[in-house]
């Protein structure tokens, strides 16, 4: 099993937090639309969208960032698979991500995104690897800084493996 890097609790109370922070920053907006990226983020979005009061809907977008297999590493090449079914136009938007380890993903939903005009445009991540970063991107919510060792549970995976465990766990995959 992984080791442990942050707790089932760490994460609750953290995601609390945004919640609330979130909450303030969109008091007067009309409807805010999250945007979860998918797969990693299913398991964050679902818990930040239960505990948002502000009224707001839910949209997937999936995009192909890593290689065909599973042991591939980033090649920096970022494909929509799936795009959002609303029109964002005029719209508050909230991109959901699991994870920035380059920031070339985020960096190509929010050119993607802002391209249709939405009202405004705000980033949320659980976690980001600051050391690993290529591209500068905002991140206006943020779970956690973690270093750079592969991770996975809450929503995240390793060849599809470990992606529902309720804590981030730390692993080698070559090992």
Excluded: C
Aim: glycine letters at 6%; a negative charge.
């Amino acid at each position: 099993m992984p080791d442990v890097l942050i707790t089932e609790n760490e994460i609750e109370a953290r995601v609390v937090e945004l919640a609330r922070e979130i909450d303030d920053d969109y008091a007067t907006s009309d409807e805010l639309i999250l945007v979860g990226v998918l797969k990693g983020s299913f398991i964050f979005l679902a818990d930040l969208a239960r505990r948002l009061k502000v009224t707001h809907r839910v949209e997937f977008i999936a995009v192909s960032s890593y290689g065909e297999s599973e042991d591939t590493t980033h090649s920096g090449a970022v494909r929509l698979l799936m795009d959002v079914r609303l029109d964002v136009s005029g719209k508050d938007v909230l991109i959901v991500e699991d994870i920035v380890d380059s920031g070339t993903t985020l960096e190509y939903l929010y050119r993607v995104l802002k391209a249709r005009a939405p009202r405004s445009l705000k980033t949320a991540t659980l976690l980001r690897k600051p050391d690993r970063l290529q591209v500068e991107v905002e991140v206006n919510y943020l779970g956690f800084d973690i270093p750079d060792v592969w991770v996975v549970g809450y929503g995240l995976d390793w060849a599809e493996r470990y992606r529902t465990l309720p804590y981030i766990g730390k692993i080698d995959p070559g090992g």
